[in-house]
């Protein structure tokens, strides 16, 4: 029986604004934008599980990228993501209904440098948990950030029903015994939530 639901943040909560980042770096700089993706991709999961300092990581960033201002990149990008990150209200709305009757945990992979105050206090009101990756130093899809999501709310895999934008995420959370639904859009995924709570009471 469902009794909590995990949502992703980045792709199903939020945007991901990713591509005006790369787009406002490579203007600023100089550099291809295929370039700015390919090397940050390569650093952002030892970011993602607090692996590394913050300005070790925008260090590394700046000589892949050959960029000589690594102070300006370091105030370009995290400003860019601040004016670009956005909340799909409709979903959280949705969201916030559910909190009754069932346990709302949040499970994203993130960087500290991405925290934003409003969000965070959106997603507070709405989440009885929220486990971010640099917080705990695991990310997904390995499978002891989702037995630490497990411990902390006392629940069985079977209990759980996972939302991700991720196959890959998915994949490790249905192997452990979740339920997943793999989300595209907010009709395709209140469709197939819907589906699912019904099949519960059946």
Same mark, same amino acid.
């Given at each position: 029986?469902?009794?909590?639901?995990?949502?992703?943040?980045?792709? /199903?909560?939020?945007?991901?604004?990713?591509?005006?980042?790369?787009?406002?770096?490579?203007?600023?700089?100089? /550099?291809?934008?295929?370039?700015? #993706?390919?090397?940050?991709?390569?650093?952002?999961?030892?970011?993602?599980?607090?692996?590394?300092?913050?300005? /070790?990581?925008?260090?590394?960033?700046?000589? #892949?990228?050959?960029?000589?201002?690594?102070?300006?990149? +370091?105030?370009?990008?995290?400003?860019?993501?601040?004016?670009?990150?956005?909340?799909?209200?409709?979903?959280?709305?949705?969201?916030?209904?559910?909190?009754?009757?069932?346990?709302?945990?949040?499970?994203?992979?993130?960087? +500290?440098?991405?925290?934003?105050?409003?969000?965070?206090?959106?997603?507070?009101? +709405?989440?009885?948990?929220?486990?971010?990756?640099?917080?705990?130093?695991?990310?997904?899809?390995?499978?002891?950030?989702? +037995?630490?999501?497990?411990?902390?709310?006392?629940?069985?895999?079977?209990?759980?029903?996972?939302?991700?934008?991720?196959?890959?995420?998915?994949?490790?959370?249905?192997?452990?015994?979740?339920?997943?639904?793999?989300?595209?859009?907010?009709?395709?995924?209140?469709?197939?939530?819907?589906?699912?709570?019904?099949?519960?009471?059946?």
């Amino acid at each position: 029986m469902i009794k909590a639901i995990i949502f992703d943040y980045g792709g /199903v909560l939020g945007e991901n604004p990713n591509k005006n980042i790369y787009q406002r770096v490579a203007k600023e700089f100089g /550099v291809g934008k295929g370039i700015i #993706k390919v090397n940050f991709l390569k650093l952002i999961f030892q970011i993602q599980k607090d692996q590394i300092e913050e300005g /070790v990581f925008w260090k590394k960033l700046a000589e #892949k990228l050959k960029i000589k201002d690594q102070r300006r990149l +370091r105030t370009v990008w995290p400003d860019e993501h601040q004016k670009s990150a956005s909340i799909n209200r409709e979903l959280l709305s949705f969201i916030g209904n559910l909190k009754k009757k069932y346990t709302l945990c949040l499970l994203s992979n993130s960087a +500290r440098f991405y925290r934003n105050d409003s969000i965070e206090k959106m997603l507070k009101k +709405r989440f009885h948990h929220i486990i971010y990756s640099f917080d705990v130093k695991m990310r997904k899809p390995e499978r002891k950030i989702y +037995r630490y999501l497990l411990k902390k709310i006392n629940l069985k895999p079977a209990d759980c029903l996972f939302i991700d934008d991720s196959k890959e995420a998915l994949d490790a959370g249905g192997q452990m015994g979740m339920r997943t639904i793999l989300f595209t859009t907010v009709p395709a995924f209140k469709k197939s939530l819907r589906r699912a709570l019904s099949e519960e009471t059946n």
